[in-house]
T-cell receptor, first 113, second 113 residues
Framework: GNSVTQMEGPVTLSEEAFLTINCTYT??????LFWYVQYPGEGLQLLLK?????DKGSNKGFEATYRKETTSFHLEKGSVQVSDSAVYFC????????????FGTGTRLQVFP | DSGVTQTPKHLITATGQRVTLRCSPR?????VYWYQQSLDQGLQFLIQ???????AKGNILERFSAQQFPDLHSELNLSSLELGDSALYFC????????????FGPGTRLTVT
């Protein structure tokens, strides 16, 4: 079946460090891929998306590239801030199936000053 | 602010009881999704409605039911509650031509004692 695998957290970084959170997926066909962020005590916010191979999604300094050959959608940011501390979820939609979101387990990011 | 509203924010109830969670989608969105977030299961899709009709069902227990009304708001009904039903319940909505983007409400935290 369709699934998403994320690196386990927590990821602990100092401010201005480079961030990578790995995400790989299993799906037949061409899913749409998403990153959502959940700040403490809040709902999920859509961070970025990519709908076809080699697309790059970007928002607020975060980027992720849809890699069909490696079935990956790794999240990156060049310089993290304390305010980026949150839980990040990778997700896919397999539209030929249903348009429900299938989530990874989430990766907690902690950024220290 | 995603434009999706959920009430109540918190709900504490006893085992065996029944509760109703309410969701109002973003203006113009026809699809409503319900998700459950728990520590052991992560984020799981429960059910989707599109313009009043059930579109897809996920891991939703028989004790749970949902509906979408003509004004497009949705309700999730949970009955014969068990301790294991304690979780965060999120509603999300999406619109036509949205590339499968879903926008989440702030969630309802249900505690069953």
């Amino acid at each position: 079946g369709n699934s998403v695998t994320q690196m386990e957290g927590p990821v602990t970084l100092s401010e201005e460090a480079f961030l990578t959170i790995n995400c790989t997926y299993t799906a037949t066909g061409y899913p749409s891929l998403f990153w959502y962020v959940q700040y403490p005590g809040e709902g999920l916010q859509l961070l970025l998306k990519a709908t076809k191979a080699d697309d790059k999604g970007s928002n607020k300094g975060f980027e992720a590239t849809y890699r069909k050959e490696t079935t990956s959608f790794h999240l990156e940011k060049g310089s993290v801030q304390v305010s980026d501390s949150a839980v990040y979820f990778c997700a896919l939609v397999a539209p030929w199936n249903t348009d429900k979101l299938i989530f990874g387990t989430g990766t907690r990011l902690q950024v220290f000053p | 602010d995603s434009g999706v509203t959920q009430t109540p924010k918190h709900l504490i109830t006893a085992t065996g009881q029944r509760v109703t969670l309410r969701c109002s989608p973003r203006s113009g969105d026809l699809s409503v999704y319900w998700y459950q977030q728990s520590l052991d299961q992560g984020l799981q899709f429960l059910i989707q409605y599109y313009n009043g009709e059930e579109r897809a069902k996920g891991n939703i227990l028989e004790r749970f039911s949902a509906q979408q009304f003509p004004d497009l708001h949705s309700e999730l009904n949970l009955s014969s509650l068990e301790l294991g039903d304690s979780a965060l319940y999120f509603c999300a909505s999406s619109g036509r031509g949205s590339s499968y983007e879903q926008y989440f409400g702030p969630g309802t935290r249900l505690t069953v004692t």
